[in-house]
């Protein structure tokens, strides 16, 4: 029997952008971390075989936002996320991670261990990707940094890097993370991705605006520098003159980019 109790699956049809059905189960499943039940949303590719072996996309949702979000939103992060896993027959995960407002604290890094675990013993899983758009891009980074060894390949969408210099959503992080950065500083290094660029074995896409004053870029271009000079498989999609968003194009692009060069 699996380690993770499902509660519900509520299964629906969609249809996707490429013009193909997916079957979407709401899946709850009992946390390790506390006991309390917990949620992610999941896609198996059209026609699935679960003798086959399928790469994952686990897909990590932005700051007020749930699960639903790479699931459902049309915008440009969501659905070229969709397409990739759809193209690529990839079960595509899309998880709360705790909260809308989660930023990857201990609680939501626990859960996705336990979910990649869970994963991995219900079907047959060759490689593990992570992608996010604004905090769950930072969220990807933050998570691939502290368990490099479940991670094949990260896509960040317009992440900060460095949470002890970001200066937004400062409740709701120090809520996430348990304290403030006055209070554990440690914590807030812990889960910044460039100050561990060594771990950061994996390829990375990151996305970044010249523009984007929600989450600036300046860290995110920082460690994307610093993994060039480490000689790791890098892309730097940076543009000047957007703001906060990645568009579909260059979703798409990041995204082929981690898969091609992941091993």
Request: charged share 25%.
């Amino acid at each position: 029997m699996p380690f993770f109790r499902v509660m519900s699956v509520a299964v629906v049809w969609l249809l996707m952008a490429t013009a193909s059905a997916q079957e979407v189960s709401d899946v709850t499943f009992v946390a390790d971390y506390d006991n309390t039940d917990q949620k992610y949303m999941l896609l198996l590719p059209q026609d699935f075989d679960p003798q086959k072996p399928h790469d994952v996309l686990i897909a990590l949702h932005g700051h007020g936002s749930d699960r639903r979000q790479f699931v459902e939103n049309p915008r440009g992060e969501c659905r070229g996320t969709r397409e990739i896993a759809a193209e690529n027959d990839m079960i595509l995960v899309s998880p709360d991670y705790r909260a809308t407002t989660s930023w990857m604290g201990p609680a939501a890094e626990a859960d996705l261990v336990q979910i990649i675990g869970a994963l991995k013993h219900e079907y047959r899983i060759t490689r593990v990707f992570l992608c996010g758009g604004s905090m769950g891009g930072t969220a990807a980074l933050t998570f691939a940094a502290l368990h490099p060894k479940l991670i094949d390949g990260v896509a960040a969408m317009n992440p900060t890097a460095n949470l002890l210099e970001y200066e937004h959503f400062q409740d709701a992080i120090a809520e996430s993370f348990g304290g403030t950065k006055a209070e554990i500083p440690h914590e807030y290094k812990k889960r910044s991705a460039e100050y561990w660029p060594e771990r950061l074995t994996m390829p990375i896409g990151i996305t970044a605006s010249g523009k984007d004053d929600l989450v600036p870029p300046h860290s995110a271009v920082r460690l994307a520098n610093i993994l060039k000079l480490l000689q790791r498989d890098i892309l730097l999609v940076y543009r000047e003159e957007t703001g906060h968003v990645t568009n579909l194009e260059d979703t798409r692009t990041i995204l082929e980019f981690m898969i091609k060069q992941a091993k």
